[in-house]
């Protein structure tokens, strides 16, 4: 029995679940209201992803340029507690690697790209006998057993069928930009906690002599309208004497606001929701985009599963059980990313001590240090 999925959104997430349904043989199409084009300011943008999806970028023959993170420093910028982790504590060869938005998409789309109607948009669906009808924005109608949507938070068509369990604005927004670091090691990660800021260090397209680094500076709104290139010199001074270091911004600042949220539901009757259509996280941890690929993932597994049972991939039964193997595992990710970020927007003393010595604690206890690791790497599950 021939079935086909209609992916609604080509961004990341909805090129890689096309690429995963092309390893398994299923037919797809993906809808991208928006036209592959890189705006000037795209390479500024980047994306880390785990160990475990980029094993599977390398098993469905995904390449393009990327830098290892090896080890990741953590340090309490308020105290003296610092935390580090080597992927050699767990037998790993990387812990991460750091892909710039516009390399990584445009591989994905090279894979994709004659499944790909780019210019269109599904603005509406309906059950139908043999599966789901999308309507588009220009008139035309398609057929498929099964419609994802992988359009991105405030999707309309996730928003058909699901509601919000969890939703907070940080009332925060992230700067992110390019720098050149030459005293820091262009295999390392850094993660400064900062009163009510966040401050993150990846190795960036490291191809050359320059280390050049992406940041992803999370700090309170007001401050974001006061940054500039033309005082930035100034704020990065208390992160360039935790760190020891000379910062030199080489891009222009891009800013979003941070917030997160979770749908009480990812599928209906030939409907299921994906990546960020379905939940979105605060950055710090660095698993958004991590999330979403095990979502595709996954899903795929059960579609292929429902496939060759020759069962209808559509049916609510067979996508229930992808929703329950990843909705808990991604809220408790919400969740504790929220714990933590709460817990270091502490201005309490206190809070600070007991921050300074858990983090100097669980430094010391290596087979703590080794789950944290197998479970950020996607390798284990908590």
């Not at 009480?264 to 960020?276: L, Q």
């Not at 919400?334 to 921050?355: A, C, M, S, T």
């Not at 010595?357 to 944290?372: P, Q």
């Amino acid at each position: 029995m021939s079935q086909s999925v209609l992916i609604s959104g080509g961004g990341i997430v909805g090129s890689f679940l096309g690429l995963e349904l092309a390893a398994r043989e299923i037919p797809f199409k993906i809808i991208e209201k928006k036209p592959f084009a890189p705006s000037i300011n795209d390479h500024i943008r980047s994306l880390t992803l785990n160990l475990s999806a980029c094993e599977r970028l390398d098993y469905l023959g995904v390449t393009t340029i990327s830098s290892l993170i090896q080890r990741m420093k953590v340090f309490d910028g308020s105290g003296s507690g610092k935390l580090s982790f080597d992927c050699g504590e767990a037998n790993i060869d990387f812990l991460a690697k750091v892909f710039s938005f516009n390399d990584l998409r445009e591989a994905l789309l090279r894979k994709v790209e004659s499944s790909v109607s780019v210019g269109d948009e599904i603005t509406s669906f309906k059950r139908i006998d043999s599966g789901i009808q999308a309507s588009l924005s220009n008139g035309s109608i398609l057929e498929s057993n099964l419609l994802v949507i992988a359009e991105g938070r405030n999707s309309n068509l996730a928003q058909s069928i699901a509601s919000e369990n969890f939703s907070k604005d940080y009332e925060q927004v992230a700067k992110t930009f390019l720098v050149e670091i030459p005293e820091l090691n262009r295999k390392e990660a850094i993660q400064v906690f900062h009163e009510k800021e966040i401050f993150a260090l990846m190795p960036y397209r490291n191809g050359t002599e320059i280390n050049q680094f992406s940041v992803v500076w999370s700090m309170p709104k007001d401050l974001a309208l006061d940054l500039s290139l033309a005082n930035i010199s100034t704020h990065l001074q208390k992160f360039e004497k935790k760190l020891s270091c000379n910062i030199k911004v080489i891009s222009e600042l891009l800013s979003f606001p941070l917030s997160a949220h979770h749908l009480d539901t990812y599928c209906d009757h030939g409907v299921c929701i994906i990546a960020d259509a379905a939940h979105s996280i605060h950055p710090l941890a660095g698993q958004g985009i991590n999330l979403g690929i095990s979502d595709a993932i996954i899903l795929a597994e059960e579609i292929e599963r429902a496939a060759n049972s020759n069962k209808d991939i559509g049916q609510l039964a067979f996508l229930k059980k992808y929703e329950l193997r990843r909705k808990a595992l991604n809220a408790s990710m919400i969740k504790g990313v929220d714990l933590l970020f709460n817990l270091f927007q502490q201005d309490n003393p206190y809070f600070r001590l007991g921050r300074n010595f858990g983090l100097k604690m669980v430094d010391k206890f290596s087979f703590l240090k080794k789950n944290f690791i197998l479970h950020a790497s996607g390798i284990q599950k908590i």
